[in-house]
């Protein structure tokens, strides 16, 4: 199944927002898209941070059971979305599979 390049961006939650991950005890704090890996954000775990080496997590969005704190969003977040579906587009035919590729 294939999904659209420009909702899954426009859907990605911010940085700095405290989710649950799925079957993970603690809250993580997202850190950064990743678009690595088939993985769309690295995280750390809150309110720990990034303590140790290996302490980071690697997920997306369907690994998010509950958003608890929505990071910042303004019009430069709108910006980099849109830069990033542009890029995204070009390199890959305007679509992207379910694991993320």
């Known amino acids: 199944m294939e999904l659209d390049i420009e909702k899954e961006i426009n859907n990605l939650i911010p940085v700095g927002s405290i989710v649950k991950l799925k079957g993970v005890k603690n809250k993580v704090m997202i850190t950064k898209y990743h678009f690595e890996d088939n993985k769309a954000y690295k995280g750390v ?3 720990l941070g990034e303590y140790d080496t290996g302490t980071a997590a690697f997920f997306n969005t369907e690994d998010i059971e509950k958003v608890y704190f929505r990071g910042f969003e303004n019009n430069e977040l709108e910006e980099y979305k849109k830069q990033m579906i ?4 070009e390199n890959s035919d305007s679509t992207i599979n379910e694991e993320g590729v």
């Open 45 to 47: 775990l809150w309110p």
């Open 86 to 89: 542009s890029i995204l587009k």
